[in-house]
């Protein structure tokens, strides 16, 4: 690798802020509890087999918490970290007189090619790929001032609502030639609505498997075209990028008053929201889908934001306490932590692994949720005993940077 390219390198630890890396660790930790029902194929049972489970009762109990605490939630704070990420790349690259630019791009790149393979090989839930492609858009707001990044973040967060409202009356439905695409790799696989909650179980090969993820990207895109995801991620990028700028995170004791005041208004507004929203989803969007998307605007955001506020206040309460090293560990190694909670969610379920997809209800699949990220706790922290980086992180930094980076920390 060229040593001279680029005249830069990455965070240290030492300029690490421990308050960032502990909320990507908690924001890891929901994420987990979002994603894990689709791993154990809960999501995918028709509701008369989910009623069938012992566990049925509980489960519903479990899924409308969910959809209250959980839902959209922790991909909010998670992408205001990466916001806040890209403005530290930036600060950190224009200070050492380096081509920030070149290096957020080529770390974009690298990450969207990360995404790809996630989402083509291990799982078809993949964020990676759009964060990527959206992250790639937020230089164009570099030199825009403060009123215009947090306008134009307004503006993106508000148009997934104006879209629906004008696809509802016009009758038109975007998603409808991926829908098409994916039915027909289906049909040419032979995955039906009988076998579709099964197949992964009943998969002993990696063949069948990839022939699931090849529907399973195309659905993946219907997501993003239904929920308008990409238009979400980059206003709450836009968020994150005003917060970095400020350095809002930096001097935290200075910030309490504004903090309660953000973590006691969103709390008002999403906590009796949420259970609007929450009713919507389990009861199949009665009210419209416009109704659905404004609701899911005004109780997941605010809920996201207050969770991160209230993060932060308890940091600053209990700073003290080493506790804070727990979820600090995982947040710096996100992306390994990431990846690694598909490669464990397909070994525990599917066939080619241990099997037990659509035979765990939801309320045991979010234990399992538990175990594995507390796993994952005492893994990063004895990796990062020994080592500067998480394994994914290393190579991801030598990519992005052109050069060679020591993994072993100096005896």
């Not at 700028?245 to 009796?272: F, H, I, N, S």
């Not at 306490?321 to 995982?330: F, H, N, S, T």
Request: proline share 3%; aromatic share 16%; with cysteine.
């Amino acid at each position: 690798m060229n040593h001279n390219h680029i005249h830069s390198s990455p965070v240290r630890p030492s300029e690490r802020y421990i308050i960032l890396d502990a909320l990507r660790g908690f924001a890891l930790l929901g994420i987990a509890l979002a994603n894990f029902p689709e791993f154990s194929l809960y999501t995918f049972l028709k509701p008369e087999a989910a009623a069938a489970l012992p566990s049925a009762e509980t489960d519903k109990v479990v899924r409308w918490l969910l959809y209250y605490l959980v839902d959209g939630k922790f991909y909010t704070l998670f992408s205001l970290l990466f916001g806040i990420g890209f403005s530290i790349i930036i600060a950190n690259a224009a200070r050492k007189g380096a081509n920030g630019f070149l290096i957020f791009y080529r770390r974009m790149g690298v990450l969207t090619l990360i995404g790809f393979l996630h989402l083509m090989f291990i799982w078809s839930g993949d964020i990676l790929m759009l964060y990527a492609l959206m992250g790639m858009l937020l230089p164009l707001f570099r030199h825009a001032s403060d009123k215009a990044v947090l306008s134009w973040a307004l503006a993106l967060l508000l148009t997934p609502v104006c879209i629906d409202l004008v696809c509802e009356t016009g009758g038109i439905y975007l998603a409808q030639p991926v829908v098409e695409a994916q039915q027909a790799v289906c049909a040419r696989y032979g995955i039906t609505d009988d076998n579709f909650a099964y197949w992964l179980r009943d998969a002993h090969d990696y063949t069948g498997v990839f022939q699931f993820l090849l529907q399973g990207a195309l659905v993946r895109v219907q997501e993003f075209v239904d929920g308008h995801r990409y238009f979400k991620v980059l206003g709450l990028f836009l968020i994150g990028f005003y917060i970095g700028r400020k350095k809002l995170y930096a001097d935290l004791e200075q910030r309490r008053t504004w903090l309660v005041r953000v973590c006691r208004r969103c709390l008002l507004a999403g906590l009796p929201l949420s259970v609007a929203y929450a009713w919507s989803c389990m009861s199949g969007h009665p009210l419209g889908l416009t109704v659905h998307s404004l609701l899911y605007l005004v109780s997941v955001y605010p809920m996201g934001f207050a969770y991160a506020a209230g993060f932060c206040l308890l940091y600053l309460r209990w700073k003290h306490l080493r506790l804070w090293q727990l979820p600090a560990a995982p947040g710096r190694m996100a992306l390994t932590c990431y990846i690694s909670q598909s490669v464990i969610g397909m070994f525990l379920f599917y066939g080619i692994g241990l099997g037990r997809g659509a035979d765990t209800g939801l309320t045991a699949t979010e234990g399992i949720v538990l175990g594995v990220y507390l796993f994952q706790v005492v893994f990063c922290l004895v990796w990062l005993r020994f080592f500067r980086f998480g394994p994914l992180e290393w190579i991801w930094r030598m990519l992005t940077y052109d050069q060679w980076f020591s993994l072993l920390k100096k005896a």
